[in-house]
């Protein structure tokens, strides 16, 4: 298991996670109510993320339960960061907006898909481990 692989994979769900979002807002809130294109780009992150965890975690190898929870933690941290730094610098949202974004309260995913990403490598690795 290498760091580099683990950044890579963050890249690749950092990647995936914006044309995600640029599809919610350019298609999705086109065609949808605001919270339902949500809930829609929500589960197809899921599924996204899913997906690549079951291509990378394999690829990644990590030795044990503890080094799968790593990888959840480290991309989770990375993605947070990222999210961040994408409303602050490039969408020029205020720190309120940004906060609000991890709400759950107010109907916004983006906790639970932290959570997710977390969670799922470690998923994959058991269900890895098990076969």
Known sequence: MSFFNI???FIIIGLIETVN???RIKVLFKYFERSIAKRLSFLLGLLLIIVINILLIPWIKPKNV???IYIGFIWATLMMIYDIFVGKFLF???WKNIINDFNIFEGNLLSYGILFIIIFP???F???TKI
């Open 7 to 9: 950044l890579l994979g």
């Open 21 to 23: 979002g640029i599809f």
């Open 66 to 68: 503890f080094d799968a």
């Open 92 to 94: 020029k949202l205020s």
């Open 122 to 124: 470690t998923l994959v």
């Open 126 to 128: 058991l269900f890895m």
